[in-house]
């Protein structure tokens, strides 16, 4: 099966998601949204745009230093640049579910791939919605590329948290008091199956502990009658990211979750 809208478009995607449960808990996994050859080429797309060079003023590539030496971390603001992705991200069934969650017709607000090589890095407790300036709510997919396990940094989210932001720390993170009176879940996910969550759903992830990859699209929309803010987020980030302090450096985002070392001169 080639992974076009079409052919992985069921009559009605939406009727797979659980709303009651993304309403209650502010998360909720659809499982099996891709298998087979369409799981399959959705690996080979991820392995071509993680073999780009660095985005001159386009894409972004994050990279961290690792126990092993140098390896990509991420990668952003992908879906301009390769057709295939572009597709499955902005048709179909993706933005048709994100749309279902937030009550009316969504629109893609960014994009990027966390690639979790073997010992890659922890992201601390944060909502993502600080990191999000343009947008007042945001729903995110964590579409699994791999099995994401407890041993190879899952997600672990925080249920019925998702109706206001949480105290933030310097880094724009949940600080650590507040974290540890949390009740932490983890959600692995395999291969092909997808984990929604709203932009105010508390979520961290441990260190990847196995000999292997961890990859995960997140694909993150808002209300299309907010606007596509896509190029105003990327715009934003790219300015912010040109006057970083050093203070600041080795963030992959606006916030600093991201608990890996970046080598000197990333982004
Ligand atoms: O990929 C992960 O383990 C966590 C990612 C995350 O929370 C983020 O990128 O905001």
């Not at 994401?148 to 989210?157: F, K």
């Not at 692995?188 to 984990?195: N, R």
């Amino acid at each position: 099966m080639a992974m076009t809208a079409g052919s992985t478009q069921k009559p009605d995607p939406t009727a797979e998601i659980d709303l009651d449960a993304f309403v209650r808990d502010g998360f909720v996994g659809v499982p099996n949204f891709l298998s087979g050859a369409g799981l399959e080429q959705l690996r080979t797309w991820v392995c071509e745009i993680e073999a780009w060079p660095p985005g001159e003023g386009t894409w972004f590539q994050h990279d961290e230093l690792g126990e092993r030496g140098v390896v990509r971390t991420r990668t952003e603001n992908f879906s301009p640049h390769h057709a295939g992705l572009r597709q499955m991200l902005t048709t179909g069934a993706l933005p048709q579910m994100a749309g279902r969650l937030l009550g009316e017709p969504a629109v893609l607000y960014k994009e990027k791939v966390n690639y979790k090589y073997p010992g890659g890095a922890a992201f601390a407790p944060h909502q993502d919605a600080p990191a999000y300036p343009q947008v007042p709510v945001t729903v995110s997919c964590l579409l699994a590329v791999d099995d994401a396990t407890t041993e190879n940094g899952c997600l672990e989210l925080v249920a019925g948290r998702h109706h206001a932001l949480l105290p933030t720390n310097g880094e724009g993170c949940i600080p650590a008091d507040v974290a540890e009176r949390l009740s932490w879940v983890a959600m692995p996910v395999p291969a092909g199956s997808l984990l929604w969550f709203h932009g105010h759903t508390p979520h961290r992830s441990g260190p990847n502990r196995s000999p292997h990859p961890r990859r995960a699209l997140y694909l993150t929309y808002n209300a299309a009658a907010l606007g596509d803010l896509r190029e105003a987020y990327y715009a934003h980030k790219r300015a912010t990211f040109a006057k970083m302090s050093a203070a600041n450096a080795g963030r992959i985002s606006l916030i600093g979750h991201f608990q890996g070392t970046t080598p000197p001169g990333d982004a």
